[in-house]
Structures are given as structure tokens and as C-alpha cells.
């Protein structure tokens, strides 16, 4: 399946969700479920965990891996459908408390409609679902220039956020 | 007013267009419905049982006349000749072809309004006091911190995916007009001891299936971090709210098993995780805001309510009017005017396109081109000289809208039930008609005093009834139409909910449990004493006892 990066660049390919990546990944030559991270590595194993990518569904608990994340290359995060909007916390979570430098993949099922708010939150690229195009994906990036919020986890400024940067308030 | 800038405007032409190019897509069949269905309901937009329903926000409940004045337009070319003001302070168009949809939406862009977030798991049109602004008893004006809050949750990319749908409300005054426990998150606006503004925050609120009465979880919160305290509230519900069932996906689920002070301390977590500038409100933001909600210098007027007396005295309907359908302003000399849209066996909330553009016009002429909508179905409109009540009382009259009926017994709130909803157990307009023409007699209904009747067709609450003080919900028994029938509910600063007097009751027997229980208060209650009153000091008992011993 094509992966487009947030500018809507096509990004090698995520061949059936397979654990050897050819070419790598993001630095991933391997993306490996959280069970098997946690089996085949420990967290001080940084030269390997630097060619690894984690897959991780809805339920996986991050805390359970937090030692990993500073060391790995990329970190997929599996919709399990469309609707079920934790992954977008996870991503900011990912960035902001376990120090995950590398680059955040969105898989699974979500929709075209959903891409910018996936970058927005600080995924790096997302795996193109099978019922959609990548040309769906990438008009649907181009759909808003504007934004009220500032993007979120180290998100690519690709929006101009709303009005000036903050500054204290003495409201009232 | 709030009015777009070019940045605000930018945002809802790309979405107007992005939903004109999905529509298209689905017409031409590049889209099944199944794929449609979500992108057509982040637009607002749901299949009822006849037709598209399209929901368009007020939002926090404020609308100048143009705005109303596209309503009537949009009423009148794309729907019936009327809309449906619901209980959320949103207007709903019931008539709708799919074609015409981003034409309408395009249209309502025009004058800034838009149906975005008005159904979906995301956060909702903000709820606000629908007398903002003019109320003499309000601390601070709640619609400039609901912009912020607007500006804020629209296209949020973190939270547009929640476990379920999410309503915050905001009140700057202690009477609590949004019945802001009732919503996920309630702010009440406060100052500090040092005279700082902030807010207290209760969270967890709700009705539907298991009705909540929502805890404070945070007693004050300085101002300027409200989006970062949302952002944390809302990132512990995105994160840990459940999914596995519908019923138990809304926040006070989450808030009811953790316990609001587990809840509040994850809440207190994570605000502590947050970079405490990059959500601040900015200073400049806020006066930018403030300023366009500002009124005019409005002279007082002491000498108008004499002269208003004279009038009242020489027409027994103006005086009824004024009593029910008139609050006090903060500039003396002004009033705040409600606007019933409960005529007499009317349907709750309905308003056709002539009166809502004769609204517009009596705003223009009288209220400053404002107007609102309230959570129970009734427009007001906020700057009224005392002087002009007669003027208007009688140009009200003339399209049917000055029943002189707010807060009393055909002041109902319904929500659309079997008539238009696919999820109702039962009907809810026919019944609200019915005990409306009921107790049609004004003079019995002012007898009566202030009292609230609310009715949903089914048990996900979109007519208030665990809030009414009489509250009738439809249920479906082995395929019958039933309405139970609860007591002692309050949607104010007192937020209580009903609770069930005994079995439910068919159509004719529920009208006829209404009189009783209203005829059970009459006989029991002292000088002045509303039903509230009786109620609390007498207890359920002796309704219960009337009921079921005597149907
Ligand atoms: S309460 Fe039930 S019947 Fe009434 S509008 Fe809501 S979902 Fe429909």
C-alpha cells in the first residue's frame, strides 16, 4: 500500500503490513508488533532499536514501552476503524512525553477526510487505505491553508495558524 | 456581534467547498452512502425518516437580524417555508434536497453561520446564556469566551474523533440560563478572591439514558488557560473514554467510574504537561473579541417604567406579557423580551419564514439587530426600551408570536420524537400540542405560575425531560407507545433530576396524569408557593397517591 508523507509526497510502500521493510522505512528495515518489541529488545539495545519501527494498535499501553521510544526509528499507528480518534492523542502524546523524535506512520482505516488532521497532530506520513486513491489523499491535503489551532507534537507548520502567537493574558 | 474576519471567512469557504465537491462525488456515485454518511454529518446534515435534516448552528445562541433574515430565505428556497429552533440552540431545516445542500451552506457563509460540528463525535456548537450581554445580573459576557471556545474546537485535529458527541456551556451570571451542569463541560464564569477572572469548571454532566448532574472539578481556572484545561479535559476523555458501548461513551461515564476527584486529578496531570503558552488566550485575541460583543452606550431610563405602567393599565394582555415574557436589563430603561414560539397548540420551536423575517425587522427596529435562541425553543430579543414594549408586544401579536407564556405550563419544550426522528419511541409534538390547548387559557396558565414541561420521544433526552420539572419521556413497550411521567426536575442553578412517579401511561391517559399532577399542586400549595415549592416541601407521595390511585 502507498505511503504519502504530509506533503502529500509518495513514501515507498507498506507491503501487507510485513515485519521486513525493503527499502527501510523511515530508518525502519523492521516495524514489529509491541509484543515482539518487548521480546526481542531491551531498551538499551539503541543501535538496533534505530532500524526499528513499532506497530501499535489502539490498545497497546505506551507507558509499558516508554524506555523504547527515545531509540526508535518509527512508530506505526494502527486505526482500528475511522472513528475511534485515540491514535491522534497517542501521536501528540508520543512526541510530547516519551520523547519520540522519529517519524509517526498512520495505518489502518481512516478516511482522506482525516489527513490533515493526521499531520496536524504530528504523524509524519500515513499508509493509504485500499477503498481510497492516493490522488483522494492528497487533494484532501490541500483542502484548508488556514487553521484555528497551532499543530500539534512538532507537527510540519504546513498551515498558518490563526491570528498572533500567544501571549499572557490579564483578561478582565 | 462576533463578524468573520478574512481569516475566519477563508476557513468556511474551503469548507463549503470541500463539502461541495464531496456531495458531487456522492451524486456522480464515487461515493457509497456508507463512505458518504460520516462526511455529510460533520456538515450537519442526517437522513430522517421523510428527508435530509439539515442542523445549522447559532452559535452560542446569538444571531443578528441578517442572519435571521437568511434563515427565513433559506426556509422559504430550499425547505418548506419553515424551520425548527431545537434544544440546543441550533435551527434545523427538515425538508432538504441533498443537491441543494452545499448551495445552502454556501449561502448561510454569506453571514458567517455554518452547520459545522453539529452532529458527529466532536465537540459541539458552545451553549450560551441566551440573555448574554444584557442581563443585569451577569459577571462577564460568556459569548466572548465562547468564541474563543468555538475558534478553538472547530476542526480541532485531536478531537474530532471522541468517543461520542461533546457540549460545553458557558454563564457569566449565577441564574444559569444554559444549564451549564447539564452539559460534558459546564464553565461558569467567577472572580478570584484578588478579582481575577476565571472559571469554575464542572465536568461530567449529561442526560440521555444515565442523566448526571455535573461535579465542579475545578473551583476557579484562571482565564486565560480555559483552552489549555479543555485541551487537557478533553485529551483524558479522548484517550480513555469508552467505545465499546454508545451508552457508555459520553464523559460523565468516564467521570462517574473514575470519580470526579480521580477525574480531576488526570485532568490536573496533564494540564501540568501542557506548555502553559501555547494554548493562552491571547490578551489581544480577547479584546478583539470583546469589543465586537460590546453594547452601545445605551442611555438610562428611569422614567420608562411609569410610563409603561400607564400602558399596562389600559391593556390586561400587554400587562401579561410583560410579566412572563420580560426580564430586567442591566441599562435601566431596557428590557430583555422573550419571543414565544409556543403558540397555542403549536409545534415547540417552529417558526415559519414571514415571522422569522418580521423578527429580523422588530430587531432592527427595537433590538439593536440582535437576537437569540434559547435551549427552550423561544427567541429573545435582548435590548428592548421599556418605552417600545407596547409597540412591540403588539407587533408580535400581529404574526402570532406573543403568547404571554415564558416558563409557564404551554411554555413546552419537545423535541421532533416519531414525527421526524428515526430514533423515537414515541411522538413528542402531538403530545405538546395537546397539553397545550390543554391549558390554553392564559389566565389559568398565570393561575398555574411558572412551571416546565419537557418532553423527549425517547430515551436520548434531546427534549430535557430529566430537567423538567414534569418530565415526559416515550417509551416503547412490546410495541406500544407508553410515556412515563417524572417529577422534580430543574435545569437551572438548582440542577436536579426528575424522578419517575410510576408506570408510563398511553397517549390520552399521560394528558390526563398532566392534569392531576398540576391539579394536585393547585390543591396543596400556600400563597405564592410555585410548583417547585410544593413539590420539594410536600415530596412525590401525594402525586403518586392522586395518580395511581385515581387513573
Ligand atoms: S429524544 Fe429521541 S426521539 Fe427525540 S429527537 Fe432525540 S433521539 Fe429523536
Redesign the pocket.
Known sequence: MIILDTKGQAHGERRGFSEQQEPPLFGATAIVSAAALKERFAPTDTDSLAHTGVSLTVDDDLSDMAGYFPHLAMVELVFSQFKDGRPFSTAVVLRRDFEFKGAILAAGDFLPDQALFLLRAGFSAFVVPEQFTAKQFKSALLAYSVAYQPGLGGAPDLLKTLRDPPTAVAAG | MYTYDTLDKALLNQRVAEFREQVKRRIAGELTEDQFKPLRLMNGLYLQTHAYMLRVAVPYGTLSSDQMRKFAYIARTYDRGYGHFTTRQNIQFNWIELGSTPDILYDLSEVDLHAIQTSGNCIRNVTADPFAGAAADELDDPRVWSEIIRQWSTLHPEFSFLPRKFKIAVTGADADRAAIKFHDIGLKIVRNDAGDLGFQVFVGGGQGRTPFVAPLIRPFLPAKDILRYLDAALRVYNQHGRRDNIYKARIKILVDSLGADQFSLDVEREFEKLDPDLLAVNEKEVERIRDMFALPYLRPDTDAQAGLEQAMEQSNPLRRWCETNTEVHKVPGYAIATVSLKPVGGIPGDATADQMDTVADLADRYSLGEIRVTYTQNLVLPHVRVADLPLLWAALDQISLATANAGLVTDII?????D???????R?IPLAQRISERFADLDAQHNIGPLDIRI????????H?HAGHIGIL?VDKKGVELYQLTLGGQGNRDSAIGKILGPGFDEDGIIGAVENVIATYLNMRTIGETFSETLQRKGHSPFKERLYDHT
Open positions: 419537545a423535541c421532533p420524537g416519531l421526524y426522528c428515526t430514533l423515537a419511541n414515541a413528542s423527549s420521544g425517547c430515551i436520548n433526552a434531546c427534549g425531560h416515550g
